[in-house]
């Protein structure tokens, strides 16, 4: 059973950074996919940034330049560097891991960015 545990959100004003953690369990840490997620209040599920694979990444548009996905193999995390966050970055965001059968979301991090 794959376990994912986010972590890393509060409260940050506008132009401040965040740094989210994303440990799995349960699995080796070879994932079809890996990625971050965001939900919004009152609005879908939308993709973040994903790993496909080892390396190769796939960002929103709108995020790139300012969120930056990465992985530590040896310590089962994936991380979200977060800079420049602006209110409407305000959600909360997901892990989520893909192999085979296994499709697999972390509870949730809240990020508040005050207007």
């Known amino acids: 059973q794959v376990h994912i545990v986010e972590s890393g959100g509060g409260l940050v004003h506008p132009g401040g950074s965040l740094r989210l953690s994303c440990v799995v369990s349960?699995?080796?840490?070879?994932?079809?996919?890996m990625g971050w997620y965001r939900q919004a209040p009152g609005k879908e599920r939308e993709l973040v940034a994903v790993?496909?694979?080892?390396?190769?990444?796939n960002y929103a548009d709108s995020l790139k330049g300012r969120f930056t996905i990465s992985r530590d193999d040896a310590k089962n995390t994936m991380y979200l560097q977060m800079n420049s966050l602006k209110p409407e970055d305000t959600a909360v965001y997901f892990c989520?891991?893909?192999?085979?059968?296994?499709?697999?979301w972390g509870q949730g991090t809240q990020v508040t960015v005050p207007s």
């Open positions: 989520n891991v893909v192999k085979f059968a296994i499709n697999a």
């Open positions: 349960g699995s080796p840490f070879n994932f079809a996919t």
């Open positions: 790993f496909f694979g080892d390396s190769m990444i």
